[in-house]
């Protein structure tokens, strides 16, 4: 995996997970389930590029 591909999308999943946490801190069910969806597509471009690179080797 490319290695700036690969930091991106760690940083959209902590992004993420701290808008969950944020979400769960105040009270707030649409920031929570926002930050739970930036997770799922962080962890959805990961798989993506390691399928990828599997199929490069």
């Known amino acids: 995996m490319a290695a700036g591909k690969k930091a991106k999308n760690i940083g959209k999943d902590a992004k993420g ?25 962080a962890d959805t471009k990961q798989a993506g590029q390691k399928a990828k690179d599997a199929l490069k080797h």
């Open 17 to 41: 997970k701290v808008k969950e946490a944020t979400g769960k801190m105040v009270g707030n069910e649409s920031l929570e389930t926002k930050g739970r969806a930036e997770q799922a597509v």
